[in-house]
């Protein structure tokens, strides 16, 4: 590999860290408000699938890529409730429920989106950020979607909120200690459904950018399983939203370097970058677990069997 | 919002108070007046009806009939932010402070009136400025976590003064503080009283508190109120037979013989290791309990005690130093407890040394389940060959015999052993662990939470085991438990062994001292 490619493949690293963390980004930070009121939800995948087929569809149907992205987030949000709706119910695991909504979210994404694979929505807008630059792959790698940017300004927001307003510390309080919370006069349940609503509404705006953005079409392999890591990177990050937006970024960049290498031309092994994201997860579960040792930050009532 | 009433303590009275959990009836019309100022004490045994009585006060429960006044005025309450709303406000036996949560997050969010967005610098000028009336100074910059148990308590009664309770209720405030602690918390509180800045209504156990700080008294058995009155008009006698009604109390069997002091039965050196969290290190240099006799490790709760029984019971790794068990290394696992006849009763044994679905036959198997005897009076003992099928006869005729000799009291020998009252619970491990021979027996907090005559069977198999010839480390966050069982006491103090005594010598008020870290 010559210098021209590896510092292609830095820029195209970059590139594709801003490109595919923005799901991850999502999805993480909608788990990270449903887990700190205590509650799991690992159907966010289904969520993240579902938000994506809705989202296509109605921007087919109506023209508006940001039609889409509201009516994503409306149907992630009805996925959240009904997680939290159920998990009140007595003797029902939140763990189980979550992957029994996982297989309903992608199973009807599948039922409705089956006639939305031929045609072509309108695409969510991009800001190019890299005008200042002579190099095309500098401008390709710094196209930067809106929704990016939402994220990481929620993100940052979401930093701010868990320390300086009730509602974050009221999450805070239900996903710590129910008996506290309950103490104080909270309804621990209604607390956990709408901070479960609401990890749903931000699954689903994930999903849309998924279908009209990147990879920007609708089909059954949309999501390679960034539901899911999104919520082991939840645990990774600490439960901090700033953390978040680091490991999406960290995660997005090991899943562009795959594709960054096969496009300079490296074409034996390049298939076993593709699986970065997946060992990288695994290597950061490993690398920051201890026998001896609780988790820092954890909320307290997470995972807690009824 | 409720009435308004002027400033200043207010008075509390129940009428007719009755609550009925089923066919059972917890509290059966239970009439108590608390005047405006009063500081009031509540005595009973476990189960009595005290805490049932305190949450129907609070909202907690809706009594089954019966009515609350406040201040001369019949209030229904409904909730416990109800409560609150109306100036009344509780301190729990547990903590009900946000452990991730900072002392001044946890005294702003219990607010009714908390703010959409906080403004955390004027929130705390305006803390710092409540804080200087205050009679206790605390660092409320921690996260509570990481606060000592007795410094969680005083943040409990803080933050019911902060919310302005002006009737304030203790559920047995004293149990995780030095009796140095305890009576500078009781005291500042009568003070107040006093004043006539709030009343009190204190659950206690103990006569001495009550005597020292109650102005009145009243006494619970069974859900019904048995009598009460000031206090200095009635003596301890008085006030225990109330309590416990007509009925013999048995006694601490004695001790017979002095301990081996040839035999060094357990033996520490440098022993360190920390907790799952990291915060709370111990470093235990040395320790040495002898064959036939009882050291006792005194401490206030979180100074190292449950990680020195964790580390024995292999339920945390040490990281550095020995544990030497009749000679051998030792870290507390099974085949090692077998050999060594190490014997393990961790506090909460529900929760730490059971099965809480699984049956009371299969709990009492636990040590044995996979061994065979030879014959049938070794059915089943840890002594045994080892074996693959499990012999279910065998193990029901053992439980059988144990909850038999042992007085577990249980609807039967398959019923899950978390259905049990704890008193049973404790006995039905007593007999798991001491039936067959034992070297080194581990106890941690034997009696906590039972009634009395619960208390005083339990303390009678531990001295008999130390009669005769075990080894017997006895940790206790009760004082009295500790001075009535030990030969030998050691305070730990911040992870450390501070200070050792003899049983004889020991003066509870330098225990205190060294207890408190003062020494």
């Known amino acids: 590999m010559n210098e021209i490619g590896l510092w292609s493949v830095l820029i195209a690293v970059i590139g594709g860290a801003i490109r595919v963390s923005t799901p991850f980004l999502f999805v993480s930070l909608g788990e990270t408000i449903t887990e700190r009121s205590g509650r799991i939800n690992l159907g966010l995948e289904g969520t993240l699938v579902f938000g994506a087929m809705s989202a296509y569809a109605t921007a087919v149907l109506t023209g508006s890529a940001w039609a889409g992205v509201a009516v994503a987030g409306c149907a992630g949000g009805m996925f959240g409730l009904l997680h939290g709706w159920i998990c009140r119910l007595p003797r029902v695991n939140d763990v189980a429920l979550g992957i029994a909504l996982m297989l309903f979210g992608s199973g009807l994404a599948f039922f409705f989106g089956k006639a939305f694979i031929q045609p072509s929505a309108p695409q969510l807008p991009a800001l190019a950020l890299g005008n200042w630059s002579d190099l095309p792959q500098v401008r390709a790698a710094l196209q930067v979607n809106v929704l990016f940017l939402v994220g990481a300004a929620l993100s940052l927001f979401l930093w701010w909120a868990f320390r300086n307003t009730r509602v974050g510390l009221v999450v805070r309080i239900v996903g710590d200690s129910a008996d506290a919370a309950r103490a104080m006069g909270y309804h621990v349940d209604r607390v956990r459904l709408l901070a479960t609503g609401a990890g749903g509404v931000l699954a689903g705006i994930g999903g849309a950018y998924l279908s009209l953005y990147y990879p920007g079409s609708w089909n059954e392999g949309i999501s390679s399983g960034q539901g899911l890591m999104a919520v082991a990177l939840v645990v990774f990050a600490r439960w901090n939203p700033l953390a978040c937006f680091g490991a999406a970024l960290l995660f997005g960049g090991a899943g562009a370097l795959g594709p960054a290498l096969q496009s300079v031309g490296v074409s034996s092994g390049y298939y076993l970058f593709y699986a970065a994201p997946y060992v990288l997860t695994l290597g950061v579960l490993v690398a920051t677990s201890s026998p001896d040792r609780a988790l820092a930050g954890a909320p307290g009532e997470l995972g807690q069997s009824k | 919002m409720p009435p308004e009433t002027p400033p200043g303590a207010i008075a509390v009275e129940t009428i007719g108070m009755t609550k009925r959990f089923g066919a059972f009836a917890a509290l059966d019309d239970v009439s108590m007046k608390i005047e405006a100022g009063g500081f009031h004490a509540l005595l009973g045994e476990n189960g009595a009806g005290k805490s049932t009585l305190v949450k129907c006060i609070m909202g907690f429960y809706a009594p089954s009939s019966g009515s609350v006044l406040v201040a001369g005025r019949e209030v229904a309450i409904t909730n416990p932010k109800g409560a609150q709303g109306r100036g009344l406000g509780m301190v729990y036996q547990h903590f009900t402070l946000v452990p991730s949560l900072t ?257 009371v036959t299969e709990n009492l198997a636990f040590r044995a389940f996979d061994r065979r005897g030879e014959g049938a009076s070794r059915a089943g003992s840890p002594a045994g060959r080892p074996t693959f099928w499990l012999d279910g006869s065998a193990m029901r005729r053992r439980a059988k015999d144990l909850i038999a000799r042992f007085g577990v009291k249980t609807a039967s020998s398959e019923a899950p052993i978390a259905t049990l009252s704890g008193g049973n619970v404790q006995r039905a491990v007593l007999a798991r662990e001491l039936t067959d021979p034992v070297d080194l027996l581990i106890v941690a907090n034997p009696c906590f939470g039972l009634d009395f005559s619960a208390v005083a069977e339990i303390r009678t198999r531990i001295m008999a085991a130390r009669n005769a010839g075990a080894a017997v480390l006895l940790i206790s966050e009760d004082l009295d438990e500790i001075l009535e069982l030990s030969d030998r006491i050691v305070v730990m103090s911040d992870g450390r062994i501070v200070y050792e005594v003899s049983g004889a010598q020991a003066d509870a008020q330098a225990i205190g001292r060294h207890m408190a870290g003062h020494h």
């Open chain 2, 103 to 359: 002392g001044l997050e946890n005294l702003v969010v219990a607010r009714p009136d908390v703010p959409a967005v906080i403004d955390w610098r004027g929130e705390r000028a305006a803390l710092a400025a409540f804080m200087e009336r205050m009679p206790f100074r605390l660092n409320l910059d921690r996260p509570v976590a990481e606060l000592a148990a007795g410094e969680k308590q005083k943040l409990e009664i803080i933050k019911q003064l902060y919310l302005e309770a002006r009737f304030l209720i203790l559920d047995e405030p004293t149990s995780v503080l030095t009796p140095d602690e305890a009576g500078e918390v009781l005291g500042l509180l009568r003070a107040m009283a006093d004043r006539g800045e709030i009343s009190v209504l204190m659950i206690s156990h103990k006569f001495r508190e009550v005597e020292a700080f109650a102005r009145s008294v009243s006494v619970l058995r069974r859900g019904r109120l048995v009598g009460g009155g000031r206090v200095g008009e009635l003596s301890r006698d008085d006030m225990a037979a109330m309590m416990m009604g007509a009925r013999p109390v048995r006694v601490v069997a004695d001790r017979t013989g002095t301990p081996d002091t040839a035999r060094d039965v357990l033996r520490i050196a440098g022993l360190r290791a920390s907790d799952a969290s990291g915060l709370r290190r111990i470093a235990v240099e040395g320790l040495t309990v002898h064959a036939r006799e009882i050291v006792g490790v005194a401490g206030v709760s979180g100074n190292g005690q449950k990680e020195l029984a964790d580390v024995l019971g292999g339920q945390i790794r040490a990281e550095g130093g020995q544990v030497r068990v009749g000679g051998e290394a030792y870290d507390g696992r099974r085949a090692q407890s077998r050999a060594q006849r190490v014997r393990f009763i961790p506090e909460e044994p529900l929760r730490n040394a059971c099965a809480p679905r699984m049956s």
